[in-house]
């Protein structure tokens, strides 16, 4: 080696540089635009084509926003108020008719002056789901409860609740957010009686049906607990439906007319009928999301089962359900039940629709699940096999916590395609907020010809809600990835 | 021991970095970087992890941009002119801690890849250079295999054999043997070692001080971002001058 | 003498059924098997007896009777004469053409929104996570509800289009135009699109339940042709690749040998347009598309164009950066290392959820019942049905249809998914 660079000689730092601050034009706002929108000529092509695109929506948006009508009496009055105040050419929305018609696309045909039953399980909903959503985290459960006094407070003071009907919510709700915080996982019970308490609420009718109908289910787990021991837990969980199966279909009936005739208490039935909006489309879409959770698993792990029969048979009913379109399952639910069940048998529509809807979602939530089945190490399997472990503790202290936490974003976009399908139910006669109510709306003469404003009503309600599942969906992901690093 | 009479180093200067500064954002990465590298010269890199020292050798072929100071590699500087990056990555070849394998190639399509589409070399040629070099690191009957099938050491012998299908007069190593199992990087250093008695001018990232007192010119030791102790490897382990390099070194050795 | 001992063989105990692992998985599925057969003898004893108590007998017979009502929309020709075997099979065709249509646009439409998002201007990738977001989250039929409403009471008149000599007189414009260079017209009545007419065209032939039309089939074969031509000639420009390691440039020759051809035949069979004009209070001439195809069409392809944008940009952000990095280590370009290297990749991980949506796509078809389209299940599941009374028929034949072309598309993912799995240990 001739030449020594100071570079290549031994070297060392006795002081240590302290960090500098990046150049001026390495930083700021004016560097923020060249690397994000004008970096290379395609990008600058494309930001232009971005502004006019937001330009021409802007112009053609904005007035008809800004020339909002909120006080008409009808379609072609809102036309005149607009022309008055902004010229002859101008557009308007007319936001009056959401004004007048609101109580339908929210209820239907709901008697109003029982408003508050819907207003009232709509907010018990978000009570009950509070231990699920945000299990054991004190803080968030409290706020969560406290949204829901907040909102019963307000909402049943102006549905004008009865009083009893008043002080019994707020005092549920009241004793829950004590209840959080001492014992938060007691909170699970309400959920638990929360389907019962809600088809109460919004079918009306005796007290005593939803009471004794829980009461099956008590029957079930007794009868079930008592026989594990003596023959097994399959078996059991068997001798178990079967008893509660009785109990519904001969003793159920007898007992509630037996109480009611002893001690009246109820309160006003509503018809199926009269369902409509907003409040069918979440009943449908709830009812639908709980259940077919359950099933899903059950026919996930049929499908990866050993055993010939059960797999044969949930192939078949999964690749049926999601090889046909929703419209054509629920048209079977409409006119073919009745050749399939035996004669004289009639089903209320809503309970036919919310039955094929859950099927339906089940047989996709099966295939989400089965690959989030997949997804699990062989390991997991071996491990729990290795502890021990019979399948269905297995299955739910080991194998099925981790595949639905990895299925979770896919799990969630199936509820949202659930939500959305609710609208469908608008083909079998059922009144959905949707095709529903807006052909009952644009029906009247008044509003005939209406369009925009019904749709974006209806449009953006959707929108927060699906919105909502996927932004929890998201947090959810969040939350349990720490536990992975 | 390598054999030292092969490993000349010559005059020339292959990489010249001068007052090099980089920042992510905010964050000061890379301070005052100034280093030479002279033909035929093997450097090791060693320092604490977030010490700078994988983000120095991206920014040698530009995979990372530098936002101050020089960098002069073969006589090009690196800018934001696209034909001198171009001209500095077909110079200048790269093995990855991943290894980085194209899994929907055989492996002989991945080493005639970047001859066939960079250098238009023709397509039976490229295959002659890249059965020579898939013998050098001896695994040519792995050649219609994919990458899915080899073991971990394989693969990044494999992925040196394709850095070295482009025949780069500098070859960067980016912690070749981090993400190996144990009994596999004796082969993939033994390789390595390989080259550079072939006389490849060579940086290397790595925590195999075995490797840097066989080979080895030069250890640099880095921390925050700079440069704090360069030496000669037998001066450098068994005299380290700055705090932060015994405290390393006592971390490294120790176990 | 203690010797090794045979295993212990046990007799045959009623509650081995349960808990031996030998017989218990048999056990539960006989059980399984006699409860099934059990609800499916139940289920067939109720619907006979439901059939007979309404004095209806099961059979297909009335397929081959008079269907009686009018289709629209007819891609083979039908009167109300034909068969409702007929009918079904124009419902099926209304189907198809919308799902192939919907599904073309929308995967044209899905990828260029995809890049965009992936694309590093901020304006843009949030324009295009805007118009994601409002599609995923709001229901389909709102957006067919909304596209036909807008369709067919926004626009204008037929007479709205008429220019008469005082308004030329006057300077004035009419009250609408037609748009693409006066070749498209679109009223509330519907779209009035050109025809194709050729002067000197083939004809047609009759080849028993079906007439060709053989200037369709000509263009097809020309078309073809072309591609095969196409074909051949990058697969000689990658032979010189390898030869002598310069690739030849093609493209100019691709567009020759793609587009020349076609023209040609178009000019030898004296193509030209039939331009709708207005005569009198409508529009003679072209093709009248109605407007429960267009709003179909375009709402099927904006919606599911956002899920398949989607997919498209996690199949390229699931190919991890190492991938790229590598390549540009090598010297290749960026676009280079995209179709070499990140492509191909891509596409193994894009490729199975897009067929899945081209199933839901074809699926949701079926919503053209509420724009009144008659698809598959607005003609056999809607007026057949209702015209006949035969629900349990014609349900159990429309569901049975679905399910062949869901299992058929179902059979292509597959076939697809193993052909280009990766291989490994």
């Known amino acids: 080696m001739s030449e020594t660079h100071a570079q290549t000689v031994n070297f060392v730092r006795d002081t240590m540089l302290p960090p500098a601050p990046p150049p001026v034009s390495e930083r700021g706002a004016v560097k923020w635009m060249r690397e994000n929108l004008f970096s290379t000529p395609l990008n600058i092509a494309l930001t232009l084509l971005g502004v006019l695109a937001l330009y021409a929506i802007a112009a053609s948006a904005l007035p008809w926003w800004l020339n909002s009508v909120w006080n008409a009496e009808s379609l072609s009055q809102c036309r005149e108020i607009v022309a008055a105040s902004a010229g002859p050419d101008a557009t308007g929305a007319c936001w009056a008719m959401i004004r007048e018609r609101w109580h339908q696309f929210l209820f239907g045909f709901y008697p109003p002056a029982e408003y508050w039953r819907p207003v009232t399980a709509f907010g018990l909903l978000f009570a009950a789901l509070a231990p699920v959503l945000y299990s054991g985290q004190k803080r968030n459960l409290t706020i969560l409860l406290g949204c829901v006094l907040a909102y019963l407070l307000l909402t049943l003071y102006l549905a004008s609740a009865p009083g009893f009907a008043f002080g019994l919510a707020v005092l549920l709700v009241v004793g829950m957010i004590a209840l959080a915080q001492v014992q938060p996982g007691k909170l699970l019970w309400f959920t638990l009686i929360y389907p019962a308490l809600t088809f109460w609420l919004l079918w009306g009718g005796s007290i005593w049906s939803p009471i004794v109908a829980m009461a099956g289910f008590a029957v079930l787990y007794g009868v079930f607990r008592f026989a594990s021991p003596l023959i097994g837990l399959a078996p059991a969980a068997g001798a178990g439906v079967v008893a509660a199966v009785l109990w519904w279909l001969y003793i159920d009936i007898p007992v509630v007319n037996l109480l009611q005739s002893a001690l009246p208490l109820g309160i006003q039935a509503v018809a199926s009928d009269q369902f409509g909006g907003f409040l069918l489309a979440i009943v449908i879409g709830v009812t639908g999301i709980s259940f077919s959770l359950p099933i899903g698993i059950l026919l996930a792990l049929g499908r990866q089962s050993d055993m010939l029969i059960v797999k044969t048979l949930s192939v078949g009913f999964i690749e049926f359900i999601r090889g046909v379109p929703l419209i054509t399952l629920l048209f079977t639910a409409s006119l073919l039940l009745q050749y399939f069940l035996p004669p004289g048998t009639n089903f209320d529509i809503i309970l036919r629709v919310i039955i094929l809807v859950t099927f339906f979602a089940a047989a996709y939530l099966a295939e989400v699940i089965r690959g989030g089945l997949a997804a699990l190490p062989r390991g997991q399997y071996e491990a729990a096999d290795a502890l021990g472990l019979d399948y269905w503790r297995a299955q739910r202290l080991i194998i099925l916590p981790q595949a639905l936490k990895i299925s979770i974003p896919a799990i969630v976009s199936t509820f949202i395609g659930l939500f959305k399908d609710t609208t469908l139910v608008a083909f079998v006669g059922l009144m959905d907020p949707l095709k529903g109510v807006t052909q009952i709306v644009r029906a009247d003469i008044d509003w005939k010809g209406i369009y925009w404003e019904p749709y974006i009503f209806v449009g953006a309600i959707f929108f927060l809600i699906c919105f909502g599942m996927s932004r929890y969906s998201m947090y959810l992901e969040q939350k349990l990835k720490t536990d992975h690093r | 021991m390598a054999d030292a009479a092969k490993m000349q180093v010559s005059d020339e200067v292959a990489i010249q970095i001068t007052g090099m500064n980089k920042w992510y954002g905010q964050f000061h990465v890379l301070r005052d970087i100034n280093m030479t590298v002279q033909r035929g010269e093997r450097i090791v890199i060693c320092g604490p992890s977030g010490s700078g020292k994988s983000t120095l050798i991206r920014c040698i072929n530009r995979l990372e941009e530098h936002q101050q100071g020089q960098i002069i590699v073969d006589g090009t500087e690196l800018t934001n002119d696209l034909k001198n990056i171009d001209k500095v990555r077909s110079e200048v070849g790269m093995v990855f801690q991943h290894f980085n394998l194209f899994p929907h190639l055989t492996i002989l399509e991945n080493l005639t890849l970047a001859p066939i589409w960079v250098r238009k070399v023709p397509k039976r040629e490229a295959e002659e250079t890249a059965m020579y070099f898939l013998s050098k690191v001896k695994i040519p009957e792995q050649a219609h295999k994919y990458p899915g099938q080899l073991s971990g050491g394989q693969q990044q012998r494999v992925a040196i054999a394709r850095s070295l299908c482009m025949k780069p007069r500098i070859m960067l190593f980016d912690e070749p043997t981090s993400a190996l199992d144990p009994e596999m990087i004796k082969e993939v250093l033994d390789t390595m070692i390989q080259l550079a008695e072939e006389g490849m001018t060579m940086i290397c990232v790595t925590h195999e001080m075995g490797f840097a007192q066989a080979v080895a010119n030069r250890v640099i030791f880095m921390d925050q971002g700079q440069i704090v102790e360069q030496n000669e490897p037998r001066e450098f382990f068994n005299n380290p001058k700055s705090d932060r390099t015994k405290l390393f070194l006592s971390q490294i050795l120790g176990h | 003498m203690a010797m090794a001992t045979d295993v212990p063989k046990d007799s045959f105990r009623l509650s081995m059924l349960i808990y031996d692992t030998r017989y218990r998985s048999y056990t539960i599925q006989i059980v399984v098997l006699v409860l099934f057969a059990l609800a499916v003898a139940w289920l067939l004893n109720n619907t006979v007896q439901n059939l007979a108590a309404r004095g209806k007998e099961f059979n297909f017979g009335f397929l081959w009777q008079r269907a009686g009502y009018d289709i629209g929309q007819q891609l083979i020709p039908y009167t109300n004469d034909s068969t409702h075997f007929r009918a079904l099979l124009i419902g099926l065709l209304n189907t198809l053409v919308v ?225 790229s990095e590598a390549a540009f280590a090598l010297g290749l370009r960026p676009n280079r290392t995209m179709n070499l290297i990140i492509l191909p990749q891509a596409l193994r991980v894009i490729i199975p959820p897009l067929i899945s949506q081209y199933l839901n796509l074809t699926k949701n078809t079926s919503l053209g019942i509420a724009v009144s389209y008659l698809d598959l299940r607005g003609t056999l599941g809607g007026i057949t049905l209702n015209q006949t009374g035969r629900e349990l028929e014609c349900m159990l034949l429309m569901m049975l249809i679905y399910l062949s072309i869901s299992l058929m598309i179902s059979a292509v993912m597959n076939m697809y998914n193993k052909s280009v799995q990766l291989k490994a240990r």
């Open chain 3, 99 to 323: 799902a192939v249509l919907g599904c073309v646009f929308a995967t044209i439409l899905g990828v260029i929104i995809g890049v965009l998002r992936l694309s590093g201007n901020w304006l843009v990738s949030r324009l295009m996570t805007v118009y994601v977001e409002m599609f995923r989250n709001v229901p389909l039929l709102l957006w067919i509800l909304l596209s036909y409403v807008i369709l067919s009471e926004v626009t204008p008149q037929p007479r709205d289009f008429r220019v008469t000599d005082e308004m030329i007189a006057a300077g004035e414009e009419p009250a609408a135009s037609m748009m693409f260079f006066d070749t498209v017209a679109v009223t509330n009545r519907g779209t009035n699109i050109p025809s194709a007419l050729f002067e000197r065209g083939l004809g047609t032939v009759d080849i028993g339940f079906m007439t060709l039309n053989l200037d369709f089939w000509a263009i097809l074969a020309v078309i073809a042709g072309s591609i095969f031509v196409n074909r051949r000639i990058l697969r000689s420009a990658r032979a010189t690749q390898e030869a002598t390691g310069i690739r030849p440039v093609t493209w100019w020759k691709s567009i020759l040998v793609l587009f020349a051809p076609v023209i040609a035949l178009l000019v030898a069979m004296g193509f030209h347009l039939e331009i709708p004009e207005l005569k009198g209070f409508n529009f003679q001439g072209g093709i009248l598309v109605a407007h429960s195809f267009t709003a179909l069409l375009i709402a099927l392809t904006l919606y599911t164009a956002a899920f398949i944008a989607e997919i498209v940009r996690a199949g390229i952000q699931a190919i991890s950066r190492g991938q």
